[in-house]
């Protein structure tokens, strides 16, 4: 049990220390908001601190207000969710000069109606099109463990703030790989769940298709307490699921037991450095994972989630392509001028292929609960890195990144990423992927890793 | 086969101006490079043949 003023503290063991009246929120608060300013300098993961919101809120609960599971417990949002009264900037300068938002996220909200209480806004990859956490209008978010490298993007203030222990939660975007990415560079526990589980309203959105939320944290509880509390049915975002909720904490420590795991060949055993498939080989081992199964098609997902991005990307982007190509990141700039350039035929190929690698995918889950495949093909490149070597082969850092998490978000299945560190090495992620709607499973195999010590996330 | 390959340069530059896109001098080049890139990328999938009666999922569900 960590000291709950400390930044070795999860959010779980922040709460129930609130919740039994051993420390106060505002004590809670205070700490958090000491360790930003102490840490900022090195690691620029926030845009916006709502400091004065953030202790009005924890009075508040001190008086006895806003009881929940997240009692006290501070987080911070990347910044494409909407926090009322601040522009929200979607890594962007342009969007600045925007309207201020009416009101937070429903993710915001939810997260304070369980008890939490909102931080600020963290840095990101503009417009969500990075998997790097650079970013030319704010500076990179800079990896805690290392800071000459990346915190991978584009929920890169997000990895950040949370390795850092500037906050025990964040919450990040997921579109092709905007979660697992940080988190497999920064060590931590990443939830992406299931297409259309969390709402996305009061969120600035990137590629309808494929946008999803979720959070980041250094502890499997604190992913299911979170999770569990931004579950529900919201008529503002269409793509919301109306299903029940389906709560993860009470099964979290149940084990493995009953669960068949599997390992992802072909596609997901090749172009990536030799420390992901090692991770991905300790995982499996510490599971008892002997199976292999194929993703059929996988370089083909990847291919179409690349060109609906690309396509839909540009398509939101237009106007201000048109208007104001000068405002926009050079790194995203000519990468969506480009996609408004595609072919049509491109879109809709890759919209009718996504139908039939859905079919083949959800097949395999006859045959088994859990596939593991690697997070990232490497850990964090140094900022600034433009190529990377994989497999002694030249590519390049922003689209690679991705390779192996763009064909998993493409059809929606949930993934926890789940941290993997040898001693002396940066960490690194592994993908534990469970059939649509199973975050429940995922969990339970990622807090059985946590609790047998093969996936540890501490603060650097 | 190299006459087979588009000339991108000009892709960019008609593209653009049918969708009435300004790609200023300075960005014109890298513009280039993410649509070749865009091409090498989306190989695999232009590559696949797909049935006639697979169309796209009107209302996506995972």
Same mark, same amino acid.
């Given at each position: 049990?960590?000291?709950?003023?400390?930044?070795?503290?999860?959010?779980?063991?922040?709460?129930?220390?609130?919740?039994?009246?051993?420390?106060?929120?505002?004590?809670?608060?205070?700490?958090?908001?000491?360790?930003?300013?102490?840490?900022?300098?090195?690691?620029?993961?926030?845009?916006?601190?709502?400091?004065?919101?953030?202790?009005?809120?924890?009075?508040?609960?001190?008086?006895?207000?806003?009881?929940?599971?997240?009692?006290?417990?501070?987080?911070?949002?990347?910044?494409?969710?909407?926090?009322?009264?601040?522009?929200?900037?979607?890594?962007?300068?342009?969007?600045?000069?925007?309207?201020?938002?009416?009101?937070? @996220?429903?993710?915001?909200?939810?997260?304070?109606?369980?008890?939490?209480?909102?931080?600020?806004?963290?840095?990101?990859?503009?417009?969500?099109?990075?998997?790097?956490?650079?970013?030319?209008?704010?500076?990179?978010?800079?990896?805690?463990?290392?800071?000459? !490298?990346?915190?991978?993007?584009?929920?890169?203030?997000?990895?950040?703030?949370?390795?850092?222990?500037?906050?025990?939660?964040?919450?990040?975007?997921?579109?092709?790989?905007?979660?697992?990415?940080?988190?497999?560079? #920064?060590?931590?526990?990443?939830?992406?769940?299931?297409?259309?589980?969390?709402?996305?309203?009061?969120?600035?959105?990137?590629?309808?298709?494929?946008?999803?939320?979720?959070?980041?944290?250094?502890?499997?509880?604190?992913?299911?307490?979170?999770?569990?509390?931004?579950?529900?049915?919201?008529?503002?975002?269409?793509?919301?699921?109306?299903?029940?909720?389906?709560?993860?904490?009470?099964?979290?420590?149940?084990?493995?037991?009953?669960?068949?795991?599997?390992?992802?060949?072909?596609?997901?055993?090749?172009?990536?450095?030799?420390? #992901?498939?090692?991770?991905?080989?300790?995982?499996?081992?510490?599971?008892?994972?002997?199976?292999?199964?194929?993703?059929?098609?996988?370089?083909?997902?990847?291919?179409?989630?690349?060109?609906?991005?690309?396509?839909?990307?540009?398509?939101?982007?237009?106007?201000?392509?048109?208007?104001?190509?000068?405002?926009?990141?050079?790194?995203?700039?000519?990468?969506?001028?480009? @996609?408004?350039?595609?072919?049509?035929?491109?879109?809709?190929?890759?919209?009718?292929?996504? !139908?039939?690698?859905?079919?083949?995918?959800?097949?395999?889950?006859?045959?088994?609960?859990?596939?593991?495949?690697?997070?990232?093909? #490497?850990?964090?490149?140094?900022?600034?890195?433009?190529?990377?070597?994989?497999?002694?082969?030249?590519?390049?850092?922003?689209?690679?990144?991705?390779?192996?998490?763009?064909?998993?978000?493409?059809?929606?299945?949930?993934?926890?990423?789940?941290?993997?560190?040898?001693?002396?090495?940066?960490?690194?992620?592994?993908?534990?992927?469970?059939?649509?709607?199973?975050?429940?499973?995922?969990?339970?195999?990622?807090?059985?890793?946590?609790?047998?010590?093969? #996936?540890?996330?501490?603060?650097? | 086969?190299?006459?087979?390959?588009?000339?991108?340069?000009?892709?960019?530059?008609?593209?653009?101006?049918?969708? @009435?896109?300004?790609?200023?001098?300075?960005?014109?080049?890298?513009?280039?490079?993410?649509?070749?890139?865009?091409?090498?990328?989306?190989?695999?999938?232009?590559?696949?043949?797909?049935?006639?009666?697979?169309?796209?999922?009107?209302?996506?569900?995972?």
């Amino acid at each position: 049990m960590s000291d709950p003023l400390s930044k070795a503290a999860t959010a779980s063991e922040i709460a129930r220390a609130v919740m039994s009246g051993k420390v106060k929120a505002s004590a809670v608060i205070d700490a958090a908001l000491r360790r930003i300013a102490a840490a900022e300098p090195a690691v620029n993961a926030f845009t916006d601190i709502v400091a004065d919101r953030s202790r009005k809120r924890a009075a508040e609960i001190d008086a006895g207000r806003h009881l929940g599971p997240l009692m006290g417990v501070p987080f911070a949002v990347k910044n494409l969710f909407d926090i009322e009264g601040l522009a929200t900037r979607a890594g962007s300068k342009i969007n600045v000069d925007g309207p201020r938002a009416s009101r937070d @996220g429903a993710l915001v909200r939810k997260l304070e109606a369980a008890g939490a209480i909102l931080v600020g806004g963290l840095n990101m990859g503009e417009y969500a099109y990075d998997f790097t956490g650079e970013n030319a209008h704010y500076g990179p978010s800079r990896n805690p463990h290392d800071p000459t !490298r990346m915190t991978g993007g584009s929920s890169g203030g997000s990895g950040a703030a949370v390795a850092a222990g500037e906050v025990p939660l964040a919450l990040g975007s997921d579109t092709n790989g905007s979660i697992r990415v940080p988190a497999s560079l #920064c060590g931590l526990f990443g939830l992406k769940p299931t297409y259309g589980r969390l709402s996305r309203a009061g969120s600035f959105p990137f590629v309808d298709a494929f946008d999803h939320l979720g959070p980041l944290a250094r502890s499997t509880e604190d992913l299911a307490l979170s999770f569990d509390a931004m579950q529900g049915w919201d008529p503002d975002d269409p793509v919301c699921t109306d299903r029940d909720i389906e709560s993860t904490v009470p099964t979290l420590h149940e084990g493995i037991g009953g669960l068949r795991i599997a390992v992802a060949g072909d596609y997901f055993a090749k172009g990536g450095e030799p420390e #992901c498939f090692e991770a991905v080989a300790t995982v499996a081992k510490a599971l008892g994972a002997s199976k292999t199964v194929v993703l059929p098609h996988a370089a083909a997902a990847r291919s179409a989630a690349y060109v609906i991005t690309a396509i839909e990307g540009a398509q939101l982007h237009l106007p201000r392509l048109r208007t104001r190509p000068q405002d926009f990141d050079s790194d995203t700039r000519e990468r969506f001028m480009a @996609g408004a350039l595609l072919p049509g035929s491109w879109y809709v190929k890759a919209q009718r292929f996504r !139908r039939q690698y859905r079919a083949e995918v959800l097949k395999l889950f006859n045959e088994v609960d859990i596939i593991l495949a690697p997070a990232t093909p #490497c850990s964090a490149p140094r900022l600034g890195q433009v190529m990377m070597s994989i497999g002694g082969v030249e590519l390049p850092v922003r689209a690679n990144l991705g390779l192996f998490t763009q064909p998993i978000s493409f059809i929606g299945l949930p993934v926890v990423a789940v941290p993997v560190r040898k001693s002396g090495a940066l960490p690194i992620g592994v993908q534990v992927i469970a059939r649509p709607y199973s975050e429940a499973a995922a969990l339970r195999v990622a807090a059985y890793l946590e609790k047998q010590g093969t #996936c540890v996330s501490e603060p650097a | 086969m190299a006459d087979d390959k588009p000339d991108i340069a000009r892709w960019v530059d008609e593209g653009a101006k049918a969708i @009435g896109l300004p790609i200023a001098p300075e960005y014109r080049e890298k513009v280039i490079v993410n649509v070749e890139r865009s091409l090498a990328i989306a190989g695999p999938l232009l590559a696949l043949e797909l049935d006639d009666e697979l169309t796209p999922l009107p209302v996506y569900r995972p």
